[in-house]
Structures are given as C-alpha cells and as structure tokens.
C-alpha cells in the first residue's frame, strides 16, 4: 500500500496533490505546490536504516509513502503512511531533535532544504502562505488551557 497508489514514477501533481493535504502546505496554491513538487524525489530505505538522526542538520522533509518508521528515543513512535517529519528543520535548519528509522521496508517522498529555500526566494507567496499556516499552529497553541 502507497499513498502515492499504484504509480511508480509520480508526477508533479500527484506530489502536489499529496502536499495540498498536509497541514504546513494547506494554504499554498496549487501551481505554487507544483512548483514544490517539483523538487521532491523518492527515497527508499530497508528495515532499521536510520533516516534523519538526532543532532544533525536538518537537510530535507520527509513524508511516508508507504511502510513505517519508529521515532527512536523518549517518545519511541511509530509513523505510518501519512506521516511526515522534518518540517521544522525545512524552515529553521536547527538540528534534529530525534532519530527516526525503518521500522519496515520505507518509501518517502524527500524535499531536500537548500532548492526549497531557493524556490522560496523566488516565489515569497509560498512562504507567506507557510508563515500564516504556522502562524495559526501558535495562536491555537496559545488558547489551549494551561493545566
């Protein structure tokens, strides 16, 4: 099972489709998430592989196509199809704060940092659209009850 489906080689508008979905792209327009997907590629990892590693620069944003992985560590999760990290260090390229492994055989849609930031700089509507998004995740942050 993929969430990309039975595709091999996905188009820009099947990235763009997958992005739309996702929260920190969800206001982005859909020609401007075109222009992301364009450069996403596929990475595959085999079981116990480790992704990203906590401490390292933060180089690419990840999201699950298919198979798991395990957030290694305190919070020991499980990803699933769906899921995806890294999109903090996208924005800030501060370390990483967790590792993350192939739990099972992992397919992932990669957008690697450096291209995307240059696209920013060519289309600031993108990080506009990004900084209200995340602008809402602190004003929700704020109105949750403090226990």
Known sequence: QS????????????????LAGLP???RVSKRRLRKIASLAQIQRFSP??????FGEPADAFY???AGRAK???K?????????????????????RSATIAAGAELE??????RPFLKLLEQEPQIAMSIMA???????????????
């Not at 992932?108 to 940092?113: E, G, I, V």
């Not at 998004?133 to 226990?147: D, F, K, N, V, W």
């Open 133 to 147: 998004e995340l602008a809402g995740r602190i004003r929700s942050l704020e109105r949750r009850p403090i226990l």
């Open 3 to 18: 969430l990309l489906g039975p595709r091999t080689r996905p188009t820009a508008s099947d990235w763009a489709e997958v």
């Open 24 to 26: 920190l792209f969800a």
């Open 71 to 73: 957030v290694v560590g």
């Open 48 to 53: 116990g592989d480790i992704v990203v590693q």
């Open 75 to 95: 919070s020991r999760r499980t990803l699933g199809i769906g899921d995806y990290f890294g999109e903090m260090g996208l924005i800030d390229g501060e370390p």
């Open 108 to 113: 992932t849609m990669k957008l690697a940092r």
């Open 63 to 65: 999201l699950i196509l």
